[in-house]
């Protein structure tokens, strides 16, 4: 099981116990480098039509457990994709 798989089981098993540095890892990996990065939100392009990004958003070191569950349903769908 690669790191970044074991994120990936971390954030489904807790999504409120998640690392803001872990989370853009797998970000970086499944939609490549943020469109938006320096301010507390990090912008990510994703390939398909309608809301074609993810916005993640530090909050003192840790993921915002709402937008964990949106990353993991983007993953999703990406992969189904595929």
């Known amino acids: 099981?690669?790191?970044?798989q074991k994120i990936l089981h971390l954030m489904r098993q807790e999504p409120a116990n998640v690392?803001?540095?872990?989370?853009?890892?797998?970000c970086e990996t499944y939609f490549g480098k943020p469109r938006q990065q320096g301010t507390s939100h990090a912008i990510f392009k994703t390939p398909w039509p309608g809301d074609?990004?993810?916005n993640i958003q530090n909050a003192k070191g840790r993921a915002k457990p709402y937008q964990v569950r949106q990353v993991l349903k983007a993953i999703d769908k990406l992969e189904s994709m595929q």
């Open 19 to 26: 690392r803001f540095a872990d989370l853009m890892k797998v």
């Open 52 to 54: 074609p990004r993810v």
């Open 1 to 4: 099981m690669t790191a970044i």
